[in-house]
């Protein structure tokens, strides 16, 4: 049957140190890849964007990788703070003409000071 | 920086009755989505909704949920009669276009049904 909840993979890291989450996306298809992080009780918040012509973006203290061949897009967090301890999920757009934006699992960052 | 606006944050109903989410999109976004996030699972698109008529619609948007842009500013979200498993947090989303734009969400509506 059907699971009642989720147990969300988590990334524990130190203050100050480098955190990478990892995501897999399901159709070949999508061209366009977001990062959104949720903190406890509020909406998704964007971080960061890719379009599938781009292996590579960066933001302010983020980076975005994503690679077409094996589906995976991954988000990189430089010098990660307090702050930054939430929930990151990956959405994509799964095809041309759709606004179905599928949001995948989700990974909590536990951040230690 | 404007923002997605929802209330209520908290909205408690009993089996059956009727709900109203209501969300104020930023005003110069055109398109409207609604997604709906259970407990400890992903978040699931519902609906959207461009230019006065719903554009795509999941399988969990049934004739029990309705959308509706009655005004300039404000966008609903309605189930009809709700069920327990509708308890959830609802989220409202605009985006400026439709595809390869970001959704900006608003910080959602919990509803429980009893």
């Known amino acids: 049957g059907e699971s009642v909840g989720l147990h969300l993979p988590t990334l524990s890291v130190q203050e100050g140190d480098n955190s990478i989450i990892n995501c897999a996306y399901s159709?070949?298809?999508?061209?366009?890849f977001i990062w959104y992080k949720q903190e406890s009780g509020k909406g998704p918040q964007f971080i960061i964007d890719i379009r599938s012509n781009m292996d590579k973006r960066q933001g302010q203290r983020v980076t975005v990788l994503l690679n077409k061949t094996v589906k995976h897009l991954s988000l990189q967090i430089a010098a990660t703070q307090p702050g930054d301890s939430a929930v990151y999920f990956c959405?994509?757009?799964?095809?041309?003409?759709?606004?179905?934006?599928?949001f995948g699992t989700g990974t909590r960052l536990k951040v230690l000071a | 920086e404007p923002e997605v606006t929802q209330t209520p944050s908290h909205q408690v109903t009993q089996m059956g009755q009727e709900v109203i989410l209501r969300c104020v999109p930023i005003?110069?976004?055109?398109?409207f989505y609604w997604y709906r996030q259970i407990l400890g699972q992903k978040v699931e698109f519902l609906v959207s909704f461009y230019n006065n008529e719903i554009s795509e619609k999941s399988e969990i948007f049934d004739d029990q949920f309705s959308v509706e842009r009655p005004d300039g500013s404000n966008f609903t979200l309605k189930i009809r009669s709700t069920k327990l498993e509708d308890s959830a947090m609802y989220f409202c989303?605009?985006?400026?276009?439709?595809?390869?734009?970001?959704?900006?969400f608003g910080n959602g509506t919990r509803l429980t049904v009893t």
């Open positions: 989303a605009s985006s400026p276009m439709g595809y390869n734009s970001p959704l900006h």
């Open positions: 959405a994509e757009i799964m095809a041309s003409g759709t606004y179905k934006y599928i």
């Open positions: 159709n070949s298809a999508s061209d366009y």
């Open positions: 005003s110069n976004h055109l398109y």
